[in-house]
T-cell receptor, first 115, second 115 residues
Framework: AQSVAQPEDQVNVAEGNPLTVKCTYS??????LFWYVQYPNRGLQFLLK??????LVKGSYGFEAEFNKSQTSFHLKKPSALVSDSALYFC?????????????FGTGTRLTVIP | DGGITQSPKYLFRKEGQNVTLSCEQN?????MYWYRQDPGQGLRLIYY???????QKGDIAEGYSVSREKKESFPLTVTSAQKNPTAFYLC??????????????FGPGTRLTVL
């Protein structure tokens, strides 16, 4: 079975410090991995995705994520956090060629950037 | 949130009533999806449609119904058979690419509350 784990419900970081939001996955094939961000009472906004190639993926708003196959992880990172980065972050995984209903979401991590 | 609109933003329903949530997209996407979001949980797929006049059940379809008569529209009806309908409902769309490379883009959501 496919699954995604976001081990931290809450991450706090001081403004200007680097941030990491963790994601690990369990799939039976080669995964496609996604990060989305959700602001209060809003829909999800796409940040970035990993399909193949370079393990370091760069996305919107200065975010990047590193795919690590041996550790089955896809952690989201940013070198310098902004207060405006405070939001709910979701990791999602898809296993290719297994149908349209195969985007599995983690439970989300709430990031709070402290001024 | 791009070219996906959902209405209404807030919806209140009495027990025993059916309600319909609207989702419209102008992105020329073929595929559309409905997800349900509950606090502390990831998104769960209700229904999806890859083409007009066709749709498939997701993981939690019981108590819901959909139609896809137009490419731009994918309304969701929450029926009285849904035992716990209070949730945040998100619509998404994507332009399917070979091998599952497409990205889903989300609308702003509808918050349904049962009184």
């Amino acid at each position: 079975a496919q699954s995604v784990a976001q081990p931290e419900d809450q991450v706090n970081v001081a403004e200007g410090n680097p941030l990491t939001v963790k994601c690990t996955y369990s799939v039976s094939g080669n995964p496609y991995l996604f990060w989305y961000v959700q602001y209060p009472n809003r829909g999800l906004q796409f940040l970035l995705k990993y399909i193949t190639g370079d393990n370091l993926v760069k996305g919107s708003y200065g975010f990047e994520a590193e795919f690590n196959k041996s550790q089955t992880s896809f952690h989201l990172k940013k070198p310098s956090a902004l207060v405006s980065d405070s939001a709910l972050y979701f990791c999602a995984v898809r296993v290719p060629l297994t149908g349209a209903n195969n985007l599995f979401f983690g439970t989300g991590t709430r990031l709070t950037v402290i001024p | 949130d791009g070219g996906i609109t959902q209405s209404p933003k807030y919806l209140f329903r009495k027990e025993g009533q059916n309600v319909t949530l609207s989702c419209e997209q102008n992105l020329n996407h073929d595929a559309m999806y409905w997800y349900r979001q509950d606090p502390g949980q990831g998104l769960r797929l209700i229904y999806y449609s890859q083409i007009v006049n066709d749709f498939q059940k997701g993981d939690i379809a019981e108590g819901y119904s959909v139609s896809r008569e137009k490419k731009e529209s994918f309304p969701l009806t929450v029926t009285s058979a849904q035992k716990n309908p209070t949730a945040f409902y998100l619509c998404a769309s994507s332009k399917p690419l070979a091998g599952g490379l497409d990205t889903q883009y989300f609308g702003p959501g509808t918050r349904l509350t049962v009184l």
